[in-house]
């Protein structure tokens, strides 16, 4: 079937943290399905290209940056269609080291700050200031990227998934708040995917033993955990999201849509 289905050629949309990860895979399959996506990113420069799409550096914990990343891109392409709030990050933490070896895994007020600073309070910075703009030009789509951890709970990432579920309550509030102004609000929650590349050895050692086993040992036997037997692919995440963005899902606002094979409850 033809991608322009969809029908979103030239929709402006911006894809926080999306220079790499499943951020850079929703770009790329945006840019495929017509969209004009843009890349946001503290790891970029503004005015700067990635494969032929367009930069704009942005701190999603600063509301002034945040706010000057939607003026550029309103300043070059003249609206904004959509934006992907993706950016997030994740620091594998117990509540409590019971064995007491590396207390560092064990959740404080560094790494507690950390994650929320940049899943919550940038998420809302991010919805906020794109919102203002949508309301400016008569609607819009707000998509935030969730995880099917914020509904289950996680062992070792139980901030990660509180920050996860602030999303999904954000995504249903705010759609209800914003629905009479066209602009719709949805969540996207994916479960285990294909390797990304942003895994570091660090970032496997402290989900490895906050999980009690070697770093060797994390599960990779996806047949015993997912109904479909197999990884998600990150391109699959960006499919979804191409949906979402456009009118094909126009009656789809507040409510977080599971992308894990059948693995998750939520």
């Not at 840019?31 to 550096?57: F, H, L």
């Not at 998420?123 to 609607?139: H, P, S």
């Not at 969540?187 to 942003?198: D, K």
């Not at 009690?212 to 999201?241: A, F, H, N, Q, W």
């Amino acid at each position: 079937m033809s991608q322009n289905w969809l029908g979103i050629d030239g929709r402006v949309v911006i894809v926080t943290g999306g220079a790499s990860g499943i951020g850079f895979h929703v770009v790329t399959t945006l840019k495929n399905a017509g969209a004009v996506p843009v890349i946001a990113d503290v790891s970029v420069e503004t005015g700067d290209e990635k494969e032929g799409i367009y930069c704009v550096k942005c701190d999603v914990t600063s509301q002034e940056s945040v706010q000057a990343m939607v003026d550029a891109v309103v300043a070059k392409y003249g609206k904004l269609d959509a934006i992907v709030n993706n950016a997030g990050v994740n620091l594998p933490r117990l509540l409590v080291d019971v064995k007491g070896e590396r207390p560092e895994y064990e959740l404080n007020e560094k790494s507690f700050n950390i994650m929320f600073n940049i899943n919550v309070k940038g998420l809302m910075y991010c919805a906020q200031a794109a919102a203002k703009q949508m309301l400016k030009q008569g609607g819009g789509v707000i998509i935030n990227m969730s995880s099917e951890s914020g509904k289950e709970g996680s062992q070792g990432q139980s901030a990660y998934s509180a920050t996860k579920g602030a999303c999904d309550s954000f995504t249903r509030s705010w759609a209800k708040e914003l629905g009479k102004y066209n602009i719709r609000v949805v969540a996207v929650a994916p479960g285990i995917m294909e390797a990304t590349g942003l895994r570091t050895p660090a970032y496997n050692e402290a989900l490895a033993y906050t999980r009690g086993v070697k770093p060797e040992e994390l599960s990779t036997d996806y047949t015993k955990v997912i109904p479909m037997g197999r990884d998600g692919k990150l391109d699959e995440v960006g499919e979804l999201v191409a949906y979402l963005v456009s009118d094909r899902s126009s009656y789809i606002s507040g409510t977080t849509i599971n992308i894990s094979g059948g693995k998750s409850r939520g």
